[in-house]
């Protein structure tokens, strides 16, 4: 299993510009979840979902905008970027089983940053 | 919606145990502790996860007093591969927005 991907690694925009980040896992989890870092700071929830279909605001949701068409993808759209998004973006998922702790995996991130 | 307190720097030398605290006065009946390590350019990874008492596994054990209202993460015997930010959340088993990350606690090994 590859777990949490995430594409593109790195990436410049200028003010305005629009992007999509990618998220992709291949371990059948219901949950998936959108985070932002800050330099030196926490990870800040902007987007979850339940399950395909399903989507809901986290802590900080303004500027950003999710689909959930299937269980495995979840990306991140950036309509008009603003150097207040430059950060580091990390996409995790979790599974949803009662019985289970509900560990979150963590994709590496994506470093953008907006000029 | 429980938040929590940790320090915000700790140094240990190799070799030795450390011991971080968080504190989360408004813990729920329903919220789990959990605790994550994030290296550097790395997504977090998950550590380990309690309710009450202890909880051991071969990374870590968890701490968590009768009143849960405080948690000390445990590592043995810290390595400089242990250097890392660890945070401590508090929510519902299951919740999914009441996850809160905070700034975490840079734990720093010297040699």
């Known amino acids: 299993n590859a777990g949490v991907t995430q594409t593109p690694k790195f990436r410049i925009l200028k003010i305005g510009q629009s992007m999509t980040l990618q998220c992709t896992q291949d371990m059948n989890h219901n949950y998936m979840y959108w985070y932002r870092q800050d330099p030196g700071m926490g990870l800040k929830l902007i987007y979850y979902s339940v399950g395909a279909g399903i989507t809901d605001k986290g802590e900080v949701p303004n500027g950003y905008n999710v689909s959930r068409s299937t269980t495995e993808d979840f990306p991140l759209r950036l309509e008009l970027a603003a150097p207040s998004q430059t950060s580091v973006y990390f996409c995790a998922s979790s599974s949803r089983v009662a019985s289970s702790y509900n560990e979150q995996f963590f994709g590496p991130g994506t470093r953008l940053t907006v000029l | 919606l429980a938040k929590t307190t940790q320090p915000i720097s700790m140094d240990s030398y190799e070799g030795q145990e450390v011991n971080i605290t968080c504190s989360h006065n408004?813990?729920?009946?329903?919220?789990?502790i959990t605790w994550y390590q994030q290296f550097p350019s790395q997504g977090p990874r998950f550590i380990i996860q309690g309710y009450k008492t202890k909880v051991t596994n071969e990374v870590a054990s968890l701490f968590i007093p009768a009143d849960r209202k405080s948690s000390t993460l445990s590592l043995p015997r810290v390595s400089l591969s242990d250097t890392a930010v660890y945070y401590c959340?508090?929510?519902?088993?299951?919740?999914?927005?009441?996850?809160?990350f905070g700034t975490g606690t840079r734990l720093t090994v010297i040699p």
């Open positions: 959340l508090v929510g519902d088993r299951g919740g999914a927005n009441n996850l809160f």
């Open positions: 408004n813990i729920a009946t329903n919220d789990y």
